[in-house]
Nanobody, 125 residues
């Protein structure tokens, strides 16, 4: 089993930055594709970003391209989401997720086997 724990959320003003971390335990996730999803109040959870096991291929939702960067440190079993130029619309609970790399699409949350509890990000205007 894999346990994922997110941290780094908080309250920030529009235009500010936050760095989310997702620490994995239980087993190594170095062979997993890792992703970030978010869920805003009253909305469905949506894809934000993903990174393959090697770290050399990344995927982003259009609404975060150029502002967010996903990276990973396999030696530390940790994935990061650097969020810059934050907007009030980015307010949501952010979830880290892991999927077996050969299964399904990085964009589809149902294809992820492991999920963290989420961390709240609030962007004030």
């Amino acid at each position: 089993q894999v346990q994922l724990v997110e941290s780094g959320g908080g309250l920030v003003q529009a235009g500010g930055s936050l760095r989310l971390s997702c620490a994995a335990s239980g087993r190594t996730v170095s062979s997993y594709t890792m992703g970030w999803f978010r869920q805003a109040p009253g909305k469905e959870r949506e894809f934000v970003a993903a990174i393959v096991w090697s770290g050399d291929i990344t995927y982003y939702a259009d609404f975060v391209k150029g502002r967010f960067t996903i990276t990973r440190d396999n030696a530390k079993n940790t994935v990061f989401l650097q969020m810059n130029s934050l907007k009030p619309d980015d307010t949501a609970v952010y979830y880290c997720a892991g999927k077996i790399r050969s299964i399904g699409s990085v964009y589809v949350q149902a294809h992820y086997a492991y999920w963290g509890q989420g961390t709240q990000v609030t962007v004030s205007s």
